[in-house]
Nanobody, 110 residues
Framework: VQLVESGGGSVQPGGSLMLSCAASGFTLRNSAIGWFRQAPGKELEGVSCFGNDGSTYSLDSVKGRFTISTNNAKNTVYLQMNNLTSDDTAIYYC?????YGQGTQVTVTS
């Protein structure tokens, strides 16, 4: 299993970013997959995830702003992040089971 994230960067409050996670070694279809993040000095937390039954989970603080989606043909999972705030500053990781990618930094600052 390999997960490679991309798309992080620095944006101003209110801005948007789309993160991508290219997966290999398994098929995304019907797989549990999701995004976690870790802010400086804080614990790792789940942001938005798909269950293997197609169910979704989103952290309360990102509901209505972040959207998780997949492209099964590309075996890639995305996280569209809108209306970003400084509280969203963190390293974002793609996750499947016990596997994590290397992470991509998202910094929201004016």
């Amino acid at each position: 299993v390999q997960l490679v994230e991309s798309g992080g960067g620095s944006v101003q409050p209110g801005g948007s970013l789309m993160l991508s996670c290219a997966a290999s070694g398994f098929t995304l279809r019907n797989s549990a997959i999701g995004w976690f993040r870790q802010a400086p000095g804080k614990e790792l937390e789940g942001v938005s995830c798909f269950g293997n039954d197609g169910s979704t989970y989103s952290l309360d603080s990102v509901k209505g702003r972040f959207t998780i989606s997949t492209n099964n043909a590309k075996n890639t999972v995305y996280l569209q992040m809108n209306n970003l705030t400084s509280d969203d500053t963190a390293i974002y990781y793609c996750n499947r089971n016990v596997f994590y990618g290397q992470g991509t930094q998202v910094t929201v600052t004016s």
